[in-house]
């Protein structure tokens, strides 16, 4: 029996938006994927969020739900060569976008990561293909790295907290499933605002994408 192709799609997740489901759907369709785990990072330390994670990962497994073949868990690991390590997979795909892409290069071990996983870079139009290039020509192996376009979704999970905090809608923006659940906890209500984090109480304490 073939082995199961694998991918890996990792972040913050907060929240997960229809931007990471259709990257991982089209990961999915392009890599011919039989698994795809969803890992998201319990503590990056990039960036502050106020969202705990066991909520972000709430959020994910509705968000993912409808995606068959994906496996939400949290991830210990803040950096990504740190996680594919220790998931000892069988050449899996990294799924990444081509904006996170571009800053491939001040990864912890960027050339490690590529030992152990190859990456899909999803392109869009607008994409500023110049600095993904300039990436590819700095790698010992840019065969490990393979481009796919997906369908543009202007959309960021900074935005969509902006969005909550202001009182304006997220409808299309996020799953359905997620934006009832945002709605129903009240999360992001008070970002941006003295003392509010992710959810009424919290104080941010985590970061975003794992690099």
Known sequence: MAAVSVGVLGGAFDPPHNGHVALARGGIATFELGRLLVRVVR?????????????RLLLAQLAFDPVAVAEVTLDPFARTVDSLEALELDDPVFLVGADEFADFLSWKEPERVLE????????????????????????????????????????SSTEIRACVAAGAPIAGLVPPAVEAEIARLGLYAHVGKPGGGGMLGEDPSEGTTPT
Do not use: Q
Request: glycine share 10%.
């Open 43 to 55: 503590d990056p330390g990039h960036k502050d969020v106020g969202t705990p994670p066991g909520l």
């Open 116 to 155: 152990l996983a190859r990456l899909g870079v999803a392109t869009r139009p607008g994409v500023d293909r110049a600095r993904v290039d300039a990436v590819l020509a700095r790698l010992e192996r840019p065969d490990r790295v393979a481009l796919f376009e997906i369908e543009p979704l202007p959309v």
